[in-house]
């Protein structure tokens, strides 16, 4: 491949930053040696962790007691504390203003000195500054709230002013709504109705909701009104309430628990997405210094080659826990790796034709196979002792693709004889099917939608549940490939005009970006998400190339080269960021890693032992998935 970059890269164990000493009037840089920690008493009951952003943040209240009355709208005047109190520097004015206002900054720093167990220092910083965290009329609001008096809980947002941005129609109606709905709850039928009528329906701004709501006057029992509705009931739904005015209509009126950690996770977050080669989990980055990678924290060193394959390799997925990967292909065979000790575990043979395809189930206890031309059946293997479970004949062609259902109750197959059924684990037969589907490749999201490519030009996008489409959407090229986040939201799509697209699958759809670059003109190839915050794309290429882009923004990180001949699939480990395994028509396999994970070259003789008695396969048509699009 490229070229490394030298250095390792740079991610949570940044270099030893300075922390912010602080006086009453003052905050400046000064080695983390020579902080002064807080009480020691209240350090032994945190974590280090926990201990060192407590200690920042008592820094950070002397400064902030420390901040000047000039400021437009400013509260009370902070009293000045004693420097021997927090620090050494001596007092001065600051000359610059904050680009916020100073109340925010005191009730943010309040709240979390509570949370990591500085009552005596918030109680102090509340004293000095003359700033509650809530004031009386917000701790009426949230009693009320908490006793069900929604009445008095209305009449308190008709009081707020103006300038603390209440959205009061959309609070008023979220207020009315759960006094109508606990009404019901209690069997209140008349007050409900009256409720319905005169506080509800004049501020609904949604007449399909309000439809649902008036549908819930004739629920047989609160359980229905809770299945309409998804009501959590009398007492979880007020808290859930609280939270919904917190965030939307009474923002930032109401300050949502733990605040200052959401800010700082998003500012994490935009650090994250502001950094080309990101591939660092967001627990081990530091909030003492900026985030930032360099280009070699991107797996792309050359780690290992599997070789136990004769032919062409076509598929590869790991498993979810990481621990093995799965290989099939030409060679009638799926081999399980074991990735500590780059062994065969067990050779599934059972197959008497090419293997287009493999899919772990969820618990990774059993994969499912797709036989090709030659075999056309699905095979359910048991990964723990590497015998077959099952055999399922359905289609008559080869079977292009399968897919686990999330609760592994069912799995949809599809082939190229335009027909996708979906099969009951249990009965072992086929419930549904959907046709005329030409289908080259599926995807199963963890919320239960079901993504299909199709050879004509097309991306469906099924409700697995109701067994509908949601929406088709046409495409400028035949559909090879699909694959899904790992949240369900978004679907890499291959084409063979040698563009991938990214599409948001919710709602009715929408094309997010394309990734170019690679070369895709004849060939099924097939790619993946991955690394920290599946925040690459991976994919293969027919000019034997493993291509890396970055997802947010498209831009190509690296060209890989290692193959002879096409890269047909690649993965990306699920439980380890820094691994991708990638298979050719070389009969390869390949590991990739980075700096400092090589291990040594791997090369086997390709001699192993069947974990299944059937005869070896026959290739007499020479078919493979180059030929998939033939009628």
């Not at 270099?15 to 912010?20: F, K, M, S, V």
């Not at 009126?253 to 998003?266: F, K």
Request: hydrophobic fraction near 40%.
């Amino acid at each position: 491949g490229p070229a490394a970059l030298h250095g390792p890269p740079r991610n949570a164990q940044c270099p030893q930053a300075p922390l912010l000493q602080c006086s009453a009037s003052t905050i400046s840089a000064r080695p983390a040696s020579a902080c002064t920690p807080p009480s020691t008493r209240v350090g032994d009951r945190l974590s280090p962790q926990s201990f060192t952003t407590a200690k920042r943040l008592a820094l950070l209240v002397e400064a902030a007691s420390s901040l000047p009355n000039s400021f437009e709208g400013a509260g009370p005047p902070l009293k000045k504390s004693r420097p021997s109190e927090m620090g050494d520097a001596a007092p001065h004015t600051p000359d610059q203003r904050l680009e916020y206002g100073r109340d925010d900054l005191v009730r943010l720093l309040n709240q979390s000195l509570r949370v990591l167990g500085f009552q005596d220092i918030a109680d102090r910083l509340q004293q000095e500054s003359g700033i509650s965290l809530e004031t009386t009329i917000v701790t009426r609001f949230r009693d009320s709230l908490s006793n069900g008096a929604y009445d008095e809980a209305c009449k308190i947002i008709d009081t707020l002013d103006p300038s603390l941005q209440v959205d009061q129609q959309t609070a008023k109606y979220l207020l009315y709504r759960e006094k109508y709905l606990e009404l019901l709850a209690k069997g209140d039928t008349r007050a409900a109705l009256l409720c319905l009528r005169n506080d509800v329906t004049p501020r609904s701004p949604d007449s399909a909701q309000l439809h649902l709501l008036s549908q819930a006057l004739l629920a047989p029992t609160v359980e229905a009104i809770k299945a309409l509705l998804h009501w959590q009931g009398l007492g979880p739904n007020r808290t859930a309430l609280s939270r919904s005015l917190e965030k939307g209509a009474c923002a930032p009126w109401l300050l949502g628990p733990h605040r200052l950690d959401e800010l700082l996770q998003q500012a994490l977050r935009a650090q994250c997405d502001r950094c080309m080669y990101h591939n660092v989990d967001m627990r081990h980055m530091s909030l003492l210094c900026d985030h930032s990678c360099q280009r070699t924290a991107v797996p792309h060193i050359p780690t290992a080659v599997l070789t136990r394959h004769t032919d062409e390799v076509w598929h590869l997925q790991f498993a979810h826990s990481g621990g093995l990967l799965a290989t099939c292909g030409k060679d009638a065979r799926c081999i399980l790796w074991d990735l500590a000790t780059l062994a065969a575990v067990h050779v599934l043979a059972g197959h008497t034709g090419e293997v287009e395809y493999c899919d772990w189930s969820p618990d990774d206890r059993r994969i499912l196979t797709a036989g090709g031309r030659l075999d056309r059946q699905v095979i359910i293997w048991d990964t723990t002792t590497g015998s077959s479970l099952h055999r399922m004949v359905g289609h008559d062609n080869a079977v292009t693709a399968v897919a686990w259902a999330p609760d592994m109750r069912s799995f949809v197959s599809a082939s190229v004889d335009q027909k996708m059924l979906l099969w009951d684990t249990a009965k072992m037969a086929v419930v549904h099917t959907w046709t005329p589907l030409r289908a080259s490749s599926i995807a199963i999201t963890t919320t239960g939608l079901l993504v299909v490519a199709c050879h004509e030009h097309k991306l469906h996008v099924f409700d697995l549940a109701r067994r509908a489409l949601n929406f088709c959407k046409l495409e400028a090229a035949s559909v090879t490939s699909v694959c899904v986040s790992r949240d369900g939201r978004e679907a890499l799509v291959g084409l063979l005009n040698g563009e991938l697209h990214l599409w948001s699958i919710e709602g009715d759809g929408a094309l997010l970006r394309k990734f170019t670059g690679h070369a895709n003109a004849s060939l099924i190839l097939r790619g993946c998400f991955g690394g920290a915050g599946e925040g690459f794309v991976a994919y293969g290429s027919e000019d034997s190339k493993v291509y890396l882009w970055r997802r947010q923004t498209a831009q190509l990180l690296y060209a890989l080269e290692g193959h002879e001949g096409a890269v047909n699939a690649v993965a990306w480990n699920p439980a380890d960021i820094g691994m991708i395994a990638s298979a050719g028509d070389d009969h390869k396999i390949r590991l990739w890693g980075l700096p400092g994970s090589v291990r040594t070259i791997t090369e086997s003789d390709g001699s192993y032992t069947d974990d299944d008695d059937d005869d070896d396969a026959s290739d007499e048509d020479g078919s493979s998935r180059k030929r998939g699009y033939s009628p």
